[in-house]
């Protein structure tokens, strides 16, 4: 695996992501969750709480992130994608109701796309250039959907470290993948509820981890994707894991620190039209 | 977020609040463990040592707590209940078997609201001022029949670091919300049983999390609430832990210790009627 | 809590105690393990070498210990089982096939304790005056049962630090309960299989937790009864911690180790026929 | 339990395999997988990124190891399993599409067998001497076709730390069994999914747990078998936990490190054709 050539001859790259669920991800594992406010508190504590204290980090850390928003979030949440456009943040989409659509219902899968555009356009005005799907279940149909709407990159799959190009079967190129790894998520050591009991860590257990993978990645020259949630990273104690984390990356010489439009079009134009060999993933899928 | 004016211009204020749940913990999760001495006598230990030895250390701290306690547990574990009451310690609402009810039976939440408040005042001469949801799992229809029976806090959400007030869709003014969250719980720490195979952790682990959780609140001025279970911290080396983890908070100056009761109220006073702005938590629920 | 009076003047009693249940611990769970020899080999391991590893350790620390055997184990692995009555070590009852009886079926649960009674007089020789029931899955009508054969002692509840006398519902009295509890238990921290995802905990994380909960124990004077199961402190690693945990109580004075009939007797005669106070269990059971 | 007589009179054998499932670890679990193409991408990691990664590790330590492969992913992976065998590592058997069947269908378990020995013939013309079950899910019937096709060695049971050599309950002798065990796995501690929330624990967790017990197997005389996953110890932070522990072992005397199919040999080599005192393991089953 060769390094990527990263802009300014870095090292290696980092993005900072942030998937804005909101309500959002307890409505879609269980629609009665709207009748169970304490449920869906959680989520509300990213948008009241959440996002404008990861606001404030960036700002202070000097950091621009991409952020994730289901086109929900967009029409119940405007205020904050807003705060979010306003600080400089780039926006993705990220489904209508960070459904996990059953990849047998084409159209409901059309309908998360369309619906999440529409909302995003009409909402906050924003033409989205990358998608992330909810819990990295998406299918050949989304992907797809991605590649005819023209979207630049797509950060949902987990085969690689480095970013790498899509085909479809008919041979027609697609964006740009950014991978990411629930290892790097903050979602699997601190996203617990009563119904799913995910054990609680530490914040050393979850540095350890983030740090220790950093590190390598950083040797190999690859690309790191941190993936983090407002209701889960908002939280006090967490906001300071974040904080210890990117001070922790910048006693490495040479990172590029960019959001994840920047970072697939760095991708492209290294790679040079002619270059790129597009990869079809999983070539099993049916 | 601007930090609360805590009494004596405390920098910030915490809470040890208390679930009494004794066996309901378990008969309200299945009415089959009424059959079950071996399930049923983790939630007896609560009774039996875990509520004593709370109450022995609250003393020796200088500390006033408050329990939540379901109505059934007024009814068969009196003497404890009065024990609680008479070292000075506020008792609060947490149903009457600690069911979480479907929030499509109306009917069976309020028998529990009912079935709570009429054994508190019959068998212990107490009408509660707070409520606590068992796990969370609380309504729409269960916070309005808290703002009808006049209550001063509820103690439910998870939606915010700070008290806020909660009003109805109506505009009538409810309670005063005081947060919680599940990484400052005990029970995802250490309440396991053969059918939740929850991870059990150790003393470093959970001081960790509970530390640096109150470090940061206590840096952002808001306020702390700890939630634990006799059954579970009442454990002997989970009392020590206990002691270890307030014995840390008195390291820092300036702190307000109060029971559920007191916040709620300072809280309220501090903003004066007029400076009260309520908010609709999740406008969404339906 | 007043501490316990133990024999000479010890300031804690240790029981080591061992469910051997070799391959019931899997048929029991699913008898259709009985064709998947990969899962039933975990229970054959603590057969073929946890017992004689757990046995050649206890000859070097000189230590009794108590064996909770099925029947079926005592049928199958009769061997094993001598080599444990041949050490010295106590053998109890822990039902024949390690099954968890639904508590309707109470002609089930007889014959789990009859066959159990059998199996372990005609393999092995033995009337055990001890009893512990599956994973602490017990019923109102085993503790009957319980009282009617004139066990000593039960060892499957965890609502007290200290021994206590069951008393039934007509007056009469049953056997001293020796308590235990699951985070003074082996199999919650490294017995996991395909089907049951446990998390496998390192020897510092369970000496941690085992040895606060000793040391409190300790403090109060009560009874430090640890339950292991061969397949899993029999495996290399988890021998070894065993080593350094008996090796941490050793550095405390005055300890009285014994086995779980001892305790149990120790307790009666400790209190004398006239001070017995017994205890009813969950008087809530139906 | 006597210490084995290892070659070059070594203190302990240690090998090193890797189960190569791919995708395969996804399909077998949930053939709707195919149309998860987020899900599907764990395994493709192992394939695109894990095995060169890992090829290039045992490379640099000098050390040659055992890779399980099912018979799909010699189809669909051909290139890679050729890398393997290049660069002069063992190739056996994993069955033919990861899949845990069910012992109530022999055909279906011959099937599973006979496609994996074609795949592995056919397109990298290797005729495997071990086999190992995925997940240790294997049965009386299969142990029974390793038997009749001559397999040396199995490797899918956890019911001692030595090898031993397997017999039918009719008398004939079959292949030599290489215990395994799942806390000498990297799965559990790594390998989680949206539907299967294992937590990710860190390396120097795993690194206790991987040390402590082959420290003592070490001490034992035993043989040490880890069991890892590219899709898992192929993540960068992971490679750099597999060089540590291999530093670490590195550190004791006369340690013998061999493939599986060295271990089997030698193992019995060192009996003796007449030496041999075959076991029937779980001589319960049915």
Redesign the interface.
């Known amino acids: ?1 060769e390094p990527v050539q990263w802009p300014h001859a870095a090292q290696c790259a980092v993005q900072f992501t942030f998937d804005f669920d909101a ?1 959002t991800n307890w ?1 879609s594992r269980d629609p ?1 969750n ?9 989520g ?2 990213g948008a ?2 959440g996002v ?2 990861v606001l404030e980090l960036l700002r202070e850390e000097g950091l621009k992130a991409t952020f994730f928003v289901p086109g929900w979030v967009a029409e ?1 949440r405007t205020e904050r994608v807003e705060q979010i456009l306003a600080a400089g943040h780039e926006v993705g989409h990220h489904g209508y109701l960070h459904k ?1 659509v059953d ?2 219902c084409p159209e409901e899968e059309l309908e998360e796309m369309e619906r999440g555009l529409e909302a995003l356009q009409s909402k906050v005005g924003v033409r989205p250039v990358g998608y992330r ?1 909810p ?6 149909n989304i ?1 797809r959907l991605l590649v005819e709407r023209g979207f630049l990159y797509d950060s ?6 480095n970013p790498y190009r899509h085909v479809l079967p008919d041979g027609r190129c697609g964006p740009v993948e950014l ?1 990411w ?3 790097l998520d903050d979602a ?3 996203l ?3 119904k ?10 979850i540095f ?2 983030w740090a ?2 950093f ?3 950083y ?2 020259g ?1 690309l790191f994707t941190l993936v983090m949630h407002p209701q889960a990273i908002g ?3 967490r ?3 974040l904080r210890r984390f990117i001070a922790y990356t910048r006693t490495f010489p040479n990172v590029w620190y960019a959001n994840a439009q920047e970072v697939a079009q760095a991708w492209l134009d290294q790679k040079g039209p002619g270059d790129v060999a597009p990869q079809a ?6």
């Open positions: 695996m309500e409505i009665k709207l009748k169970h406010p304490g449920t869906l508190s959680q509300t504590y009241k709480v404008p204290k119940h996990w990849p047998d799907s819990a990295g279940e998406t299918s050949p992907i949902s799959l987990m085969d690689d470290i991978p790894h629930w290892s699997p050591f601190m617990s509820s009563i799913v009991h995910r054990p609680i860590f530490t914040n050393d257990h350890e981890i220790e993978e590190r390598e990645i040797r190999w690859g939280r006090p104690s906001l300071a894991l993933i999983s070539p099993f899928l049916v």
